[in-house]
């Protein structure tokens, strides 16, 4: 569903930018090219006093609900099962809408559904006045590549250079030319980028942190969907998407992801453990205040978060158990800091 940006939308568009959405992540030294996981949860955008008033109000496909939820194209499917039964266990007729991440910061912004969630940790802009953050968990950003290109494994340094355009072909990576058995794959090199959601950090901006750092000789897609078809159609092809997507829209058998430094995307431990260093991660979003906020929007989220077990596996989702115990650092709910590197 398309959603119409508001005043609100439309400032916050001018007047922030991804640079103030950085936190400093502790005990980890700063690495140039990657930007920050996440924004500083105590950076609130100031709204007007009217809006911070303003009760929630539904639009058309919300009318006559006991609640509505707005959620990202991944988080939708994932946690629609445990909506349905919360929504039967308590008689409640929820409206649930499915979206981008875009599209649902919108409904927040426009106050049109008590619960969002996205797929990108929030920005600045994303903070507003008395909404409150749940991370579910994160999930890899796998490197994807055409099925008949030889190439398993890549550096993360050779990743970067591919992307910024100092590679031009498969050949040229370091991870190939090694040992006895070097692969020969002169192909030329082609990334495939997707620079969504700018002003938040994580998710892409954890290969390399802003679109300036990309190089000029690459293809540019607006959507899921286009990766894919684009990264199966180019043989020396090379973008990102979660494992999920891939499966979901049916490429597994046109496109396969590479490791990383060894590491493969779809190992959850190694994730946890924070060997492998990019990865969406997934929120959902309460209000807090008075007037606004509504008991059962609050008992929904913890009801999901009790039971993120749940979640069907083919979502790869690493939840907050797992995160706790590899020493992620949180806020409340919210996933706020990467693991310390000593």
Sequence with gaps: MRYKIGIYALLVMLFITAASAEIKQPAKARDPLRGTPFSDPARIFQMPAEWVKQPIKYEAWAEGADLALALDQQLYPAILPLIRQYEK?????IAVVEGTCGTVAGAAMRKSADITGMCCPPGTNDRLPGLK???????????????????DNISLDDVRKAFMGKLHKWSDLATVQKGAGAIKYDMPLKPVVRLHCKTRPGHWCLLLANEDLFGHRLVEVGTIADMLATVASLKGAVGYETLWFMDNLKYSDRVKPLKINGVDPADNEKLAAGMYTIYRTFNLTTWEQAGVSKPHAGKLVQYILQNLNAIDKVYALVTVDQLKKHGWKFKENELVGEPSSD
């Excluded at 266990?89 to 007729?93: A, V």
């Excluded at 953050?133 to 190439?151: E, F, Q, R, W």
């Design 89 to 93: 266990q308590n008689k409640l007729k």
């Design 133 to 151: 953050y749940h991370t579910l968990g994160i999930s890899s950003v796998a490197l994807l590549v055409n099925k008949d290109n030889p190439v």
